[in-house]
């Protein structure tokens, strides 16, 4: 049944207020707002049909109202007004990211907690490797008496290398020989495929430079592995303990143990395919233990394939306006701070310091 624009409104009103004090929302004080030209009377009524209807709740018989969650839902997809923030709040946001952001190393962790102090809620952060990475090409180059230069070319354009020393002696048609064999047997393969009998298969035809094999298996397996998965970090989960929701001390337990990285990595899964930001409110969260909580999250770009989410968990009341404008900011501003060339390398890449590796054009080398 579609709702009618005075429905609509009131429904609004309900939100913002809940939002504002925690407290059930009653036809009086709707009343008294300055925008609200109906009666008492007639807000009563038209709670009265929304709550029939399953948008909103009424917790005693003789309290206010409070949304449910189809409330909510409705709020997110079409009632709720666009927040701006303020200059001092893009100012500060600004300078977190500046001067809180300088090792790309740790930026899971210090995204979450920026993000966490940023809406006072608990906060989620990741960094998604997209999965099915291979190798398109192996080579192998000698630097000195029993030191060699792996060099993995792979699908998604990025070169790792790394610097092999073995008391062994090869030459250079010995590395020929193996780069060859290699590149017939290893590339275009996922790291299940790193089997033992494919390990046998490349020692039987390597030569001279057989003792090498175990080494590059390893090695390449490890580098495919490293660049698919998902991250996650969580912060400031004391932040909830704080909220009128949580006071219950059972009811918060529950809510904090549900927010540990097995149930949390899931949710990047649900941003798969998704643009802009995503709100789960309620029972559409990705696990039972979240289903009292709302989940507020959105990506950005990091580069070289990869793509970072960040998000929010907190009760269904939370000021959905404000936490997606902060949320959508955060996103752009970290997304244009990784297109930066300057930027440094995310933790994952390999290879040896001070080790040059084949570069394609207009690429930069991922080195460990």
């Given at each position: 049944m579609e709702l009618s624009e005075?429905?609509?409104?009131?429904?609004?009103?309900?939100?913002?207020?809940?939002?504002?004090?925690?407290?059930?929302?009653?036809?009086?004080?709707?009343?008294?707002?300055?925008?609200?030209?109906?009666?008492?009377?007639?807000?009563?009524?038209?709670?009265?049909?929304?709550?029939?209807?399953?948008?909103?709740?009424?917790?005693?018989?003789?309290?206010?109202?409070?949304?449910?969650?189809?409330?909510?839902?409705?709020?997110?997809?079409?009632?709720?007004?666009?927040?701006?923030?303020?200059?001092?709040?893009?100012?500060?946001?600004?300078?977190?990211?500046?001067?809180?952001?300088?090792r790309v190393d740790k930026m899971v962790e210090k995204v979450a907690h920026l993000v966490s102090q940023a809406t006072n809620l608990p906060a989620i952060s990741a960094g998604i490797r997209p999965a099915g990475a291979t190798v398109k090409r192996f080579d192998l180059i000698l630097a000195g008496q029993g030191s060699i230069i792996l060099v993995l070319m792979l699908s998604d354009?990025?070169?790792?290398?790394?610097?092999?020393?073995?008391?062994?002696?090869?030459?250079?048609?010995?590395?020929?020989?193996?780069?060859?064999?290699?590149?017939?047997?290893?590339?275009?393969?996922?790291p299940a495929s790193f089997t033992p009998e494919l390990l046998?298969?490349?020692?039987?035809?390597?030569?001279?430079?057989?003792?090498?094999?175990?080494?590059?298996?390893?090695?390449?397996?490890?580098?495919l592995r490293s660049r698919a998965g998902t991250s996650v970090t969580v912060a400031g989960q004391s932040r909830l303990l704080g909220l009128p929701e949580y006071r219950d001390v059972d009811k918060a337990q529950r809510v904090l143990a549900s927010m540990d990285g097995d149930i949390l990595s899931e949710l990047p899964a649900v941003m798969q395919g998704a643009n802009g930001t995503r709100v789960l409110v309620g029972p559409e969260n990705v696990?039972?233990?979240?289903?009292?909580?709302?989940?507020?999250?959105?990506?950005?770009?990091?580069?070289?394939?990869?793509?970072?989410?960040?998000?929010?968990?907190?009760?269904?009341?939370?000021?959905?306006a404000k936490i997606t404008a902060r949320l959508s900011y955060f996103a752009e501003s970290l997304s244009k701070m990784f297109s930066k060339p300057e930027t440094p390398q995310l933790p994952g890449s390999?290879?040896?310091?001070?080790i040059p590796a084949k570069k394609e054009p207009d690429n930069p080398d991922s080195k460990e």
């Open positions: 005075r429905k609509k409104k009131v429904l609004r009103s309900v939100v913002d207020l809940y939002i504002r004090t925690a407290e059930p929302v009653g036809s009086k004080a709707i009343a008294e707002l300055p925008d609200m030209k109906y009666s008492s009377a007639t807000i009563r009524n038209e709670m009265a049909e929304l709550t029939t209807m399953g948008y909103l709740e009424q917790p005693h018989t003789s309290a206010g109202r409070v949304p449910s969650a189809s409330g909510y839902r409705l709020y997110v997809d079409e009632l709720m007004m666009d927040y701006r923030l303020s200059v001092d709040e893009t100012r500060s946001i600004n300078s977190a990211i500046e001067e809180k952001m300088q354009e990025q070169v790792v290398n790394k610097l092999i020393k073995l008391p062994l002696n090869v030459t250079e048609t010995d590395l020929k020989l193996l780069s060859a064999v290699l590149n017939a047997a290893m590339t275009e393969l996922d046998d298969k490349v020692m039987r035809s390597a030569g001279a430079a057989a003792s090498l094999v175990p080494v590059i298996v390893d090695f390449t397996a490890e580098t696990a039972d233990e979240l289903k009292d909580t709302s989940v507020v999250m959105t990506k950005f770009d990091i580069g070289d394939g990869m793509q970072g989410l960040i998000g929010v968990v907190g009760p269904t009341r939370m000021d959905y390999t290879g040896q310091p001070g």
